[in-house]
């Protein structure tokens, strides 16, 4: 079993710049897919971006694509998601999660979920 934790989130200005952590614990990311995901208030949660577990395949929502970056650094169990630019429309709470899958972008692929940072952007 492994056990998920987000940390870095917190209350910015737009325009600025956050970065997530996603450490796991209890087993590694190895073979997994890891991926960053958000529920704004009131809506559905969705995908914002995932790494293979070799790194090689990301994906990036449309809404966050040349604004945000997904890393992982498999030596230290730890998946980034480093935010520029923040909007207001990025606030919501983002939980990071690891696949059964080695590459998913589909949530319902997705087995081990953090408990979510929040993000809150002010204009």
């Known amino acids: 079993q492994v056990q998920l934790v987000e940390s870095g989130g917190g209350l910015v200005q737009a325009g600025a710049s956050l970065r997530l952590s996603c450490a796991a614990s209890g087993r590694t990311f190895t073979g997994s897919a890891v991926g960053w995901f958000r529920r704004a208030p009131g809506k559905e949660r969705d995908i914002v971006a995932a790494v293979g577990w070799r790194g090689v395949n990301i994906y990036y929502a449309d809404s966050v694509k040349g604004r945000f970056t997904i890393s992982r650094d498999n030596a230290k169990n730890t998946v980034y998601l480093q935010m520029n630019s923040l909007k207001p429309e990025d606030t919501a709470v983002y939980y990071c999660?690891?696949?059964?899958?080695?590459?998913?972008?589909?949530?319902?692929?997705?087995?081990?979920w953090g408990q979510g940072t929040q993000v809150t952007v002010s204009s």
């Open positions: 999660a690891a696949s059964r899958y080695g590459w998913s972008v589909r949530s319902d692929n997705y087995d081990h």
